[in-house]
């Protein structure tokens, strides 16, 4: 490949990293969504930076350590300029993103250390940047192996939403102003002094038309009576609070109780339309009160 061939392509290469980092992408609103996404950051600066290694050695003439050093600074400003460009528009910049672009430099410099016959390297380098390039692929490919198992789980178990017999329950579940942890095959919920604290059951699977009840097996193990509140809502829920379905419960000292909840009812809640009961989003149980008990237990969630 000449060096012209070689910078027109990478030029190329950086004209297509800077149309993804403004373009908008039609990424779906979901975990899946959201970790194919994150998970489009490594290889695209991986690229990248091969990119700086094969121009700077072959068109530059660099060799040696100055060849990775100049690479790794350029692909990792370039992650954390790109984030911050992105501020101004209103785009997700975040720590997270230059963590994942970090990752792609890394194993860029180590796919490189592997193959640079320009470079004197040892055997005991090179094992060490094989050995780089191994942590990379497993760190990268974790969170895409968690999520796939977390999906089978979740459809696998339906029309359970929700049963805590395994720690990858707790993958869907997301807390605010609580402490949260699994005791005995229930969810334990502590509630801290913010406001509204509690729990969303996120993304559970959407379709739920073919059943008629909400279940929900719950249980206050203090001595002071608990004041919840839970709510339903939709894709298509809007921030009003009469567009969903919200309903009161008081739960007794050290009261277990199975709350039944017709999905009719959940379907008429929202004022002006009917929910659609095949893209349910989420549930969330959240404490309404700042008195009275501190902790719930969650023993599980389905549909009948």
């Known amino acids: 490949m000449t060096v012209s061939r070689r910078l027109v392509l990478f030029l190329l290469l950086l004209v297509v990293a800077a149309v993804l980092l403004f373009l908008p992408l039609p990424v779906p609103p979901t975990t899946a969504g959201r970790t194919i996404e994150n998970a489009g950051h490594t290889p695209l600066f991986m690229a990248l930076t091969l990119g700086f290694l094969a121009v700077l050695s072959r068109d530059f003439n660099l060799t040696g350590a100055k060849v990775y050093v100049i690479s790794a600074i350029l692909g990792l400003g370039g992650g954390i300029a790109t984030e911050i460009i992105q501020i101004p528009f209103h785009r997700d910049a975040s720590w997270e993103d ?20 320009r470079t004197r390297m040892g055997r005991f380098m090179r094992f060490v940047a094989l050995c780089v390039v191994v942590a990379c692929a497993t760190i990268y490919v974790t969170p895409i192996l968690r999520m796939e198992r977390a999906y089978l789980h979740r459809d696998g178990q339906f029309p359970v939403l929700a049963d805590f ?26 509630f801290t002094p913010a406001e509204f604290p509690g729990v969303s059951f996120y993304e559970p699977v959407p379709d739920w038309h073919g059943f008629r009840t909400l279940v929900i ?17 939709d894709i298509g829920h809007g921030r009003d609070y009469a567009d969903r379905f919200n309903r009161r419960y008081t739960l007794a000292a050290q009261e277990r109780r199975t709350i039944r909840i017709a999905l009719e009812e959940i379907r008429r809640a929202p004022r002006g339309r009917v929910m659609d009961l095949r893209q349910i989003s989420d549930i969330t149980i ?7 008990s501190r902790h719930l237990r969650v023993y599980s969630v389905r549909l009948e």
């Open 98 to 117: 230059v963590a994942d672009d970090a990752l792609g430099v890394v194993l860029a410099l180590a796919l490189y250390a592997l193959f640079d016959g």
């Open 165 to 190: 017999a395994s720690s990858t329950e707790l993958y869907w579940v997301v807390g605010y102003g609580v402490n949260r942890s699994l005791v005995r095959g229930a969810l334990d919920i502590e």
């Open 217 to 233: 097996d719950l249980e206050n193990p203090d001595a002071d009576a608990l004041k919840i509140s839970i709510r339903v809502h």
């Open 286 to 292: 959240f404490r309404g009160e700042p008195s009275g």
